[in-house]
C-alpha cells in the first residue's frame, strides 16, 4: 500500500516562512512532487524532488530526504495569493499518487 | 496551445443515468489521467493511460470506464451514475516524464442527485 501524511492546515503571517511537511510510505518510489491548489480551481506543479536535497523555485523550496521517506515545501515572504492548499505527491511508476492536502491561511 | 480542454464544465445527473466526461489535450503527451476530487480532500486516480491503446486501472476505478482511441483523446465514462460519484474530476496529461509534473484540465464539477 501507500500513503502520504501532511497537516489538514497551516496558518502564517503575511511576509512570512511556512513549511509544509509530508511523510509517504510506498513502494516504487521515484520521487516526490507538490502541487498548488487555489479554491474552485485545478492543480498547478510547482516542483518535484527525485534526489536528496533542497530544489528552489523562487520563492519556493522543496526538500526530500528518502532515507527519512520526507519531504517539506517552504514558502518565503508569502503573499495573500499564496493562500490555497498544497499537495504532496509521490511518482511512482506511470502515475501520481496525492496526499490530502495542507490548507494554507494566511493572515495579513 | 490550449492545453487540457474538459467538457462539460458542470453537469446534474440524475441516480442511474450514464455520461462521458471529455478530456482532449493538444500538446502531443503520451500520458494521460484521471482523478476525482471529494470536498476538502485530494486526488483520487480513477484510470489511466500511457499511449494510445493503452489503459490502465488506478486507485478507484469502480463505475468508471474509459478509451484511448488517440492520442489526443482519454473519454472518461459514467454509468448508471450513483450519488457516490458526485464530485469534480479532473484530466491531467503529462509528456516528458513525471518530474516534469501533470497539466491538468480545468475540471468537471458533477452532481448525481
Known amino acids: 500500500g501507500q500513503s502520504l501524511e501532511q497537516p489538514s492546515e497551516v496558518t502564517a503571517v503575511e511576509g512570512a516562512i511556512v513549511q509544509i511537511n509530508c511523510t509517504y510510505q510506498t513502494s516504487g518510489f521515484y520521487g516526490l512532487s507538490w502541487y498548488q491548489q487555489h479554491d474552485g480551481g485545478a492543480p498547478t506543479f510547482l516542483s518535484y524532488?527525485?534526489?536528496?536535497g533542497l530544489e528552489e523555485t523562487g520563492r519556493f523550496s522543496s526538500f526530500l530526504s528518502r532515507s527519512d521517506s520526507y519531504g517539506y515545501l517552504l514558502l518565503q515572504e508569502l503573499q495573500m495569493k499564496d493562500s490555497a492548499s498544497y499537495f504532496c505527491a509521490v511518482n511512482r511508476d506511470d502515475k501520481i499518487i496525492f496526499g490530502k492536502g495542507t490548507r494554507l491561511h494566511i493572515l495579513p | 496551445n490550449a492545453g487540457v480542454t474538459q467538457t462539460p464544465k458542470f453537469r446534474i445527473l440524475k441516480i442511474g443515468q450514464s455520461m462521458t466526461l471529455q478530456c482532449t489535450q493538444d500538446m502531443n503527451h503520451n500520458y494521460m489521467y484521471w482523478y476525482r476530487q471529494d470536498p476538502g480532500m485530494g486526488l483520487k486516480l480513477i484510470y489511466y493511460?500511457?499511449?494510445?491503446?493503452?489503459?490502465d486501472k488506478g486507485e478507484v476505478p469502480n463505475g468508471y470506464n474509459v478509451s484511448r482511441s488517440t492520442t489526443e483523446d482519454f473519454p472518461l465514462r459514467l454509468e448508471l451514475a450513483a450519488p457516490s460519484q458526485t464530485s469534480v474530476y479532473f484530466c491531467a496529461s503529462s509528456g516528458q516524464g513525471l518530474d516534469y509534473g501533470y497539466t491538468f484540465g480545468s475540471g468537471t464539477r458533477l452532481t448525481v442527485v
Open positions: 493511460s500511457v499511449g494510445a491503446g493503452i489503459t
Open positions: 524532488n527525485a534526489l536528496d
